[in-house]
């Protein structure tokens, strides 16, 4: 068999960029043309969480890299981090997580009580997030050839239900919920990082979202759910749109942002619907179930809104309503915003 | 609650050396005091891979980082070792692989191509092992904070039979056999390393061996598998020894090892029985089963030989006997013999 051709055309991009991990339109083409593209003819490929019937079960499984910088920031740290993304990742496919296993890239030189501080770090918000932690790997590259540390972890979750959870569940009608206030996560890496002439006491939002999305499935059918780490919620609501070919209307005003994360992304230029969260997700719900939605989520985070509708309207997209009564199109995130978040 | 003490000394390893990582003493250390001792209250925490009992299934669980270098090498590449690694992993806990997850650390300015390359490798060392790559990640770090590309597959196989298979069950008597010869892919891995002035036409090992483990365990019963990867096949038999506090006899005489692999060690001062291996395993097996055993991976390979037994004798150790009668402690590998072989 001759060899395949690269599906990622070398002359415009002949090398990885920063983006390329960015959550942006870079990542999700070389997801999708590269790693889609090979994995698929044998699999049901997912970057989120597979969903595996193994026996009579049905389980979730998912994997994570973890090289955030600053390795401890305001709020949380990359032990709790490599926690929290992965058990939100199970939560999103609608399953308890159960099982994680964990993973060190250490460069030669690491002060031995940091790692220290994160293996404890690790097991405080695996309790939390009522995981055990079952099987590692241990790696150490040489000086200068890593950053201190990098975590991998994955995890496998049990489904309970048997909807099918995710974009092509989504109907017209359909009430989008946002678990709760945007951007901290991003601003507090942000914060943390030296030569940065800003400082904020803000804290990340990194949490484990599973209590909350279960407890969400006991009451409401949800048609789909996803967490709104890199590129943020308007990435997620772009990627969510482009799957299930639906137009997603946003109300600008509703979608509750913190007035210090407000005035840190005027200072610095960001758009606090593209910046990074870590214990945040949205919610699609049918119309009826919204306010029994809406009530649940805000009984574990107050500042949860109704945030949108599904509308029966091509070309998929997102569009914001903005106060005046204007439009606008909501798009991917091009380029790469803030590398390293988590 | 006042946080713990770190349970590596400080004051004697105040930061993470190249060794933590290799597959000896540090490594085993690192291991025990501080993962199994922090994870193990919440869960059977094991480092190769868990046994997991969900619903009326029982899954292995592993995970594994790869950090080789170089990514090309004799014989394989990052990627397929990110494959046979872990699936290797998963027939060492008896366990039919099913599942891996995929998750790539790059460095911006990494070659597209050679992304490309390593992708094509996975997919295929995945079909040849019969594993599905389900679901990924992918991160970019900064020029400078990485080494091209790491990965990280996680790894979910089912375990059909009720035997436990570990140290544990492995009782005085016990025929000792190795899969094949060894040190083929500590070898290649120098080899391929620039800058060394020794050259060999030797490929490394680097196998898939579920096939031949789930042969061997419908023929025979098995109490303990490993398999021979840092720290080579002394360092798998200590560590068994020391686990099982059983001793280990082997016949020095035993164990394949090729003339030019032979060669290779003298002229860089390399101990072959210390040399990382990505195909070979050890298996344990009852004494009147070590005749069909052997058949079984002679099939698979015509160098397996059975190389000792287990005695009654304390305290739990691995003695070689040389061919003129006498005998020698073989201990754990000090220190790093060959950095990022895997």
Redesign the interface.
Known sequence: MP??T???P?QR??????????GGRL?HQ??EE??VA??QP?????????S?R????R?A???????VTPLFFPGGDIGSLAVHGTVNDLAMAGARP??L?????????????T??QV??S??AA??QSQV???????????R????GL?I?T?G?G?IAHEDFIGPSSIQPGDAVLLSGDIGRHGIAILSARAGLAFETTLESDSAPLAIAVLDLLNQVSVHCLRDLTRGGLASALNEIALSAQQTIHIETTAIPVQEDVQGACELLGLDPLYVANEGRFVAFVPAPAADTALACLQHYNPSAQIIGTVIDAQPAQVILQNPIGTQRLLDFLSGEQL??I?
Not at 13 to 22: I, M, R, S
Not at 54 to 57: E, H
Not at 61 to 67: A, H, I, P, Q
Request: one cysteine or more; glycine letters at 8%; a negative charge.
């Open positions: 060899p395949l690269c599906p990622i070398l991009y002949p090398q990885v960029l920063l983006a390329h991990g960015g990542m070389l997801i590269m790693f090979t994995f044998d699999s049901a490929w997912q970057h989120d969480a597979a595996l193994m026996g009579g079960d389980l499984f998912t994997t994570d890299s973890y090289v159960r099982y296993s964990l993973s060190f890239i250490l460069e030669e030189g690491l002060p031995m009580a790692l220290w293996v404890q690790v097991q695996a309790a055990q932690i079952v099987t590692g790997d241990t790696k150490v590259v040489d200068g050839k890593g950053d990098f991998n994955a496998i049990t590398p390293r988590c």
